[in-house]
């Protein structure tokens, strides 16, 4: 574990333009930035078994649907690197046990079960334990290379639907922290402010975690783009006197019609957008998009925790015999999103033929199929 101050850190980034890595392969272990502790503290922690993963991942030590999917495909590298097996069969067992443990950990974002799939299927044709091991940790980078260059993508295409001047609001964190390094909705943010547009960003709190005012105000501090913390229930009124111009939001599922799971209170946004007559942006990559969900009402929504709720840093705001309902995420139907932003393009409606469209674009098959 490493402690840096963060008011240092800001200021380096201001200077280089340096973006945070939330999730980073050390040879023999993971390292991720414990964003708990931010934005206080910033801790580097190290993982060193699929165990320290998946804690990682349950704790929100990591999170944001890319990061928790690259953190999970080296976490199962760690599984194959600690496994004492010498023949392939066994070696095999000790990698599915660690895949069925990290499945387990966040049900709703797909990239977590993608890249367990993926670094799993890549040691099949394996001569000998040690190649395992080589075409797990070759497909654990290429996973998280590919969430690097996706980024950027979507953030020079998506930087162009932006207006400037712009009031753009936000909900969750769908930065760097959110990411590898550069972010989904808050990348195109970036992007935007790079190439000089005038942009103020409202960020949504986010209750119960403060992923919002946490995280994304810490990211965009960074950054040096203007910005102003607000609850979540003032977006609605902050829209009514004409003072959003763009909702951007990420996703950790996307439907094939379109349906998108992302952080409980998105669809209400989108819902006072559409009330409002503002466009309601969500930015995420192809490999969000699941291919074996319909619609929307096939998505599993985590439910977190009641203590989530009634607590908030370490002190009681509700009674503690109260019940509680901590539902991780909601799903905002397709109807309600003017666009979707990928790496490979933006997909409009009806959504079921330009998601298939980008994702040919990306793969090679068509979610249609």
């Given at each position: 574990?490493?402690?840096?101050?963060?008011?240092?850190?800001?200021?380096?980034?201001?200077?280089?333009?340096?973006?945070?890595?939330?999730?980073?392969?050390?040879?023999?272990r993971?390292?991720?930035?414990?964003?708990?502790?931010?934005?206080?503290?910033?801790?580097?922690?190290?993982?060193?078994?699929?165990?320290d993963?998946?804690?990682?991942?349950?704790?929100?030590?990591?999170?944001?649907?890319?990061a928790?999917?690259?953190?999970?495909?080296?976490?199962?590298v760690?599984?194959?690197?600690h496994?004492?097996?010498?023949?392939?069969?066994?070696?095999?067992?000790?990698?599915?046990?660690?895949?069925?443990?990290?499945?387990?950990?966040?049900?709703?974002?797909?990239?977590?079960?993608?890249a367990?799939?993926?670094?799993?299927?890549?040691?099949?044709?394996?001569?000998?334990?040690?190649?395992?091991?080589?075409?797990?940790?070759?497909?654990?980078?290429?996973?998280?290379e590919?969430?690097?260059?996706a980024?950027?993508?979507?953030?020079?295409?998506?930087?162009?639907?932006?207006?400037?001047?712009?009031?753009?609001?936000?909900?969750?964190?769908?930065?760097?922290?959110?990411?590898?390094?550069f972010g989904?909705?808050?990348?195109?943010i970036?992007?935007?402010?790079?190439?000089?547009?005038?942009?103020?960003?409202w960020?949504?709190?986010?209750?119960?975690?403060?992923?919002?005012?946490?995280?994304?105000?810490?990211?965009?501090?960074?950054?040096?783009?203007?910005?102003t913390?607000?609850?979540d229930?003032?977006?609605?009124?902050?829209?009514?006197r004409?003072?959003?111009?763009?909702?951007?939001?990420?996703?950790?599922?996307?439907?094939?019609?379109?349906?998108?799971?992302?952080?409980?209170?998105?669809?209400?946004?989108?819902?006072?957008a559409?009330?409002?007559?503002?466009?309601?942006?969500v930015?995420?990559?192809?490999?969000?998009?699941?291919?074996?969900?319909?619609?929307?009402?096939?998505?599993?929504?985590?439910?977190?925790?009641?203590?989530?709720?009634?607590?908030?840093?370490?002190?009681?705001?509700?009674?503690q015999?109260?019940?509680?309902?901590?539902?991780?995420?909601?799903?905002?139907?397709?109807?309600?999103?003017?666009?979707?932003?990928?790496?490979?393009?933006?997909a409009?409606?009806?959504?079921?033929?330009?998601?298939?469209?980008?994702?040919?674009?990306?793969t090679?098959s068509?979610?249609?199929e």
């Open positions: 574990m490493s402690l840096m101050q963060p008011g240092d850190i800001i200021q380096t980034c201001l200077r280089t333009r340096e973006v945070m890595k939330s999730v980073e392969w050390l040879g023999d993971v390292r991720i930035i414990d964003q708990t502790q931010l934005p206080t503290h910033l801790i580097y922690v190290d993982c060193w078994t699929p165990e993963v998946a804690e990682a991942i349950v704790a929100l030590r990591v999170r944001g649907a890319p928790i999917g690259v953190a999970a495909g080296y976490g199962l760690l599984a194959g690197q496994s004492r097996a010498v023949d392939l069969g066994s070696w095999w067992g000790d990698l599915d046990r660690a895949v069925d443990l990290l499945r387990r950990t966040r049900p709703t974002a797909v990239n977590l079960a993608r367990l799939d993926v670094v799993r299927a890549a040691t099949n044709l394996a001569t000998d334990v040690e190649d395992a091991k080589r075409r797990a940790l070759e497909a654990a980078h290429a996973i998280c590919e969430d690097r260059q980024n950027r993508r979507m953030g020079d295409i998506g930087a162009d639907l932006i207006p400037s001047p712009a009031n753009v609001l936000t909900h969750c964190n769908t930065g760097s922290l959110a990411t590898v390094d989904t909705a808050l990348g195109v970036r992007t935007a402010h790079r190439r000089g547009k005038t942009i103020h960003v960020v949504d709190e986010t209750r119960p975690a403060l992923q919002g005012a946490r995280l994304t105000a810490w990211e965009l501090l960074m950054e040096g783009i203007r910005h913390v607000i609850a229930g003032a977006a609605g009124f902050l829209m009514k004409g003072l959003v111009d763009v909702v951007l939001v990420g996703a950790d599922r996307v439907a094939v019609n379109g349906d998108v799971a992302n952080k409980v209170g998105t669809y209400s946004l989108a819902v006072l559409r009330a409002h007559g503002i466009p309601f942006y930015v995420a990559p192809t490999s969000t998009i699941d291919v074996s969900i319909p619609d929307g009402s096939a998505i599993p929504l985590e439910e977190r925790r009641p203590e989530e709720i009634r607590v908030l840093g370490g002190t009681l705001i509700a009674p015999e109260s019940p509680a309902l901590n539902l991780a995420f909601d799903v905002t139907p397709h109807e309600l999103i003017s666009a979707i932003v990928t790496e490979t393009g933006i409009r409606p009806p959504y079921r033929h330009s998601l298939a469209e980008l994702t040919l674009a990306r090679g068509s979610v249609q």
